[in-house]
Each structure stands twice: as structure tokens, then as C-alpha cells.
């Protein structure tokens, strides 16, 4: 069966810095991968999705991961972080496009 | 706005009451998706449609749950005789089917249990 583990459930960083979210997953097959965003009060928003095409993918926001089968990853890095990029983040994993398995999510802390 | 739209946004009731959700997807969209999330915790899946046809249930969705979508469009998620342990964010998604198959989610109703 799919899942996902987000390595982190807090991180904090300074304005102007990186940001590094990390992601491993676990699939039998060749799985679609996914980062939302969630801000309070507002609906997940999808980042970017990974569907086995280029293993780089750049997002929205400046936000980019890579897929690394040799290490069943799909961490999440953005070179600057902003004040507006303090959320909630998940990955998530499918082999199925109807069946999305969330993490347990990152808060993402961006301080001033 | 043409997003995914979900009514109340809060809800509270006491133990033992009925609650409904209604969830209002993109247009086009023939798939919907309900989802739970619980305090620190991603969302979980619960059930979906394509159309008006209900495909999947988790096994999350116990007998106390129902969801309808009754002309493919909106989509109602009922809870009958609520317990503390229904509290949670319930989120709406849409996708359409080739498509991309990405999921657009509402901003979700909060129940609060008593």
C-alpha cells in the first residue's frame, strides 16, 4: 500500500533563507507525487505534481522538488523564503489518481 | 469566484444531533471528493463521485455517514446522531477526469461536536 512520511512537523526559517521540506514515500508502482499548501483558513492549494515526467519540478511560488526513486524521495525547496509562505504543507502520494494518501503535514514557520 | 465552495464553513452542534454538508465543486468537474482532517493530521479520504455515480467508500465513512450527489453537480455529506469523535475539518475536492486529474479543494467545514 502507498504512504507517505514528511519528515518534519515544524520548521523554521528566516526570511530570505532556504527552505527544504522534506518527503519519502513508499509505492509498489510509479506513483504520481504531489505538494499542497494549506494557509489558515483557506483551501489546500496544489504547489506542484510530479506525474513521471522530468524528476525537476517547478511550482508555483518559486517552489521546486525532486523525485528521486534510488531514494524514494520528494522533498520541497525554495531558494528565498517569504513571510507569505508560512503554511501548512503536504505531500502527497498516488498511485491512483483517485486514491491520495496525505502526511501528516509540515508547518512551515518564516521568521521576519 | 469558480473555485470549490462548501456550506457553513463552521458548524456546532451537540452530541447525538444530525449535521449536513454541502459542498458546491468547479463546474465542469465531474469527480468530488469529501475528506476528513483531524487536528495535525493530513486529510483523510472518506468517499467520491464521478457524476452522480458514488464509486468509493473508506472504510472511515461508517453507516452513520451518507453522501449524495443527486444530479452530478453539488454533493451533500450527512452525519446522523454525531458523537465528540466527528469533530474535524471536512474538505470538498473536485477533479475533472482527463483532465489533469489534480484535485481542487474547497476551504472545508469545521464541526464541532459537544
Known amino acids: 500500500a502507498q504512504s507517505v512520511t514528511q519528515l518534519d512537523s515544524h520548521v523554521s526559517v528566516s526570511e530570505g533563507t532556504p527552505v527544504l521540506l522534506r518527503c519519502n514515500y513508499s509505492s509498489s508502482y510509479s506513483p504520481s507525487l504531489f505538494w499542497y499548501v494549506q494557509h489558515p483558513n483557506k483551501g489546500l492549494q496544489l504547489l506542484l505534481k510530479y506525474t513521471s515526467a522530468a524528476t525537476l519540478v517547478k511550482g508555483i511560488n518559486g517552489f521546486e522538488a525532486e523525485f528521486k526513486k534510488s531514494e524514494t524521495s520528494f522533498h520541497l525547496t525554495k531558494p528565498s523564503a517569504h513571510m507569505s509562505d508560512a503554511a501548512e504543507y503536504f505531500c502527497?502520494?498516488?498511485?491512483?489518481?483517485?486514491?491520495?494518501?496525505f502526511g501528516a503535514g509540515t508547518r512551515l514557520t518564516v521568521k521576519p | 469566484d469558480t473555485g470549490v465552495s462548501q456550506n457553513p464553513r463552521h458548524k456546532i452542534t451537540k452530541r447525538g444531533q444530525n449535521v449536513t454538508f454541502r459542498c458546491d465543486p468547479i463546474s465542469e468537474h465531474n469527480r468530488l471528493y469529501w475528506y476528513r482532517q483531524t487536528l495535525g493530521q493530513g486529510p483523510e479520504f472518506l468517499t467520491y463521485?464521478?457524476?452522480?455515480?458514488?464509486?468509493?467508500k473508506s472504510r472511515l465513512l461508517s453507516d452513520r455517514f451518507s453522501a449524495e450527489r443527486p444530479k452530478g453537480s453539488f454533493s451533500t455529506l450527512e452525519i446522523q446522531r454525531t458523537e465528540q469523535g466527528d469533530s474535524a475539518m471536512y474538505l470538498c475536492?473536485?477533479?475533472?477526469?482527463?483532465?489533469?486529474?489534480?484535485?481542487?479543494f474547497g476551504p472545508g467545514t469545521r464541526l464541532t461536536v459537544t
Open positions: 475536492a473536485s477533479s475533472l477526469v482527463g483532465q489533469g486529474y489534480e484535485q481542487y
Open positions: 502527497v502520494v498516488s498511485e491512483d489518481w483517485d486514491d491520495m494518501r
Open positions: 463521485f464521478q457524476n452522480e455515480a458514488q464509486l468509493e
